[in-house]
């Protein structure tokens, strides 16, 4: 038995159409059992990929990260999970950069590889990439072996995207769910773990414009605290994150006039 909050559930790979669920509990959904596993990890790859990437990462941290650590007395970091997609991401990158504020990108290896030039950009223009899974897998009904693949074959298509290389520094599980097999893989991978302390519940929207819905999302996203990691979606392309990007100019100004600096997961 699994109970999973912030549920968004891949049912195709590329196609990647999300069912989006309150909380799902019980034996596996027919959409998690469609899921489609990822490419086998060749054995050289299985190693830590991307030692030629033009980005260092921190030491992995040796418990999961919620909150942001206080690298300055207010820090805050900005997510986006399960992306890139053409139609959500180019957006928030237009409203970061007016902004000049980074955020970080918890793509899914799958779009990853559909959608490379909007790796490409989202690393180009200073934000942090994060590994969210090939297919957004719920990793604690995954082998160690097929854990593993999940994971390289996502930093993979990541790193094949930008000139250089990149080597994702993060991983957050789909749902928030890990073992404690996935955080040891992570971490032998370079990776810590991340998961997130303020919830907009963005993942609920409906397929419309909702000014109230966007009420909900900013008032999530600012329940004030000193270090918050603030959980939203751009992806994936099946599912409609506009109320997402049109809350997100107000999230930033929240923090902004109050002195927030905006950082990645570990406050760098
Ligand atoms: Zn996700």
């Excluded at 820090?75 to 986006?80: D, E, G, P, Q, Y």
């Amino acid at each position: 038995m699994v109970t999973r909050t912030a549920a968004c559930v891949t049912t195709a790979v590329v196609a990647t159409a999300m069912i989006c669920a309150a909380t799902v509990t019980g034996p596996a959904s027919s959409a998690l059992r469609r899921l489609p596993a990822a490419p086998a990890a060749s054995a050289a790859t299985t190693a830590t990929t991307a030692t030629t990437a033009n980005n260092r990462c921190p030491p992995p941290k040796g418990d999961v990260v919620t909150r942001v650590p206080a690298t300055v007395p207010k820090n805050v970091a900005l997510t986006f999970d399960d992306g890139p997609s053409p139609s959500w991401t180019p957006q928030l990158l237009d409203i970061l950069k007016t902004n000049r504020v980074h955020a970080t990108f918890f793509m899914v290896g799958a779009n990853a590889r559909a959608y490379p030039r909007l790796v490409r950009r989202v690393a180009a223009e200073g934000h942090t990439v994060g590994n969210h899974t090939y297919s957004h897998a719920d990793m604690t009904r995954l082998s160690a072996r097929r854990q593993e693949a999940q994971l390289d074959s996502t930093t993979r298509s990541i790193s094949a995207a930008v000139r250089g290389g990149y080597k994702p520094c993060f991983f957050r599980p789909p749902f928030g769910v890990y073992n404690s097999t996935t955080v040891r893989l992570a971490r032998a991978r370079g990776m810590s773990t991340v998961k997130w302390s303020r919830d907009t519940r963005d993942w609920t929207s409906p397929s419309h414009p909702s000014r109230s819905f966007q009420r909900t999302v900013v008032s999530n996203a600012t329940q004030l605290t000193a270090h918050p990691d603030i959980l939203m979606h751009d992806g994936s392309e099946g599912n409609y994150r506009q109320n997402t990007v049109d809350s997100v100019q107000r999230i930033i100004t929240f923090y902004k006039s109050r002195g927030y600096r905006f950082t990645d997961p570990v406050g760098r």
